[in-house]
Nanobody
Framework: QVQLVESGGGLVQAGGSLKLSCVAS????????MAWYRQAPGKQRELVAS???????NYADSVKGRFTISGDNAKRTVYLQMNSLKPEDTAVYYC???????????WGQGTQVTVSS
């Protein structure tokens, strides 16, 4: 059974940085895409960043230049480096991984990021 576990969330002041990590456990093969989503209170879940093929990345306009996604397939881990954080970045952040030839990605349980002004 595949399980994704996020870590690294917390409370930070505006302008600060956090690095999120997400590790997959279980039987893993065909890991080909990873992503981070977030959901703020009262808002829809949105894609923050994605990575596939090892180095093809995509970012939401709101985080371009501030966030960096990276992945380590050998470690079954995806990271999200978040710099210059703003209060509007406050949300629960979820990682996803497309693996095991499944049509739908696996999701983590989420980690809270709170940015104070």
């Amino acid at each position: 059974q595949v399980q994704l576990v996020e870590s690294g969330g917390g409370l930070v002041q505006a302008g600060g940085s956090l690095k999120l990590s997400c590790v997959a456990s279980g039987t893993i093969f065909n890991l080909n895409a990873m992503a981070w989503y977030r959901q703020a209170p009262g808002k829809q879940r949105e894609l923050v960043a994605s990575i596939r093929g090892g180095d093809i990345t995509n970012y939401a306009d709101s985080v371009k230049g501030r966030f960096t996604i990276s992945g380590d397939n050998a470690k079954r881990t995806v990271y999200l480096q978040m710099n210059s954080l703003k209060p509007e970045d406050t949300a629960v952040y979820y990682c996803t991984m497309n693996l095991n030839a499944r049509n739908m990605p696996y999701w983590g349980q989420g980690t809270q990021v709170t940015v104070s002004s």
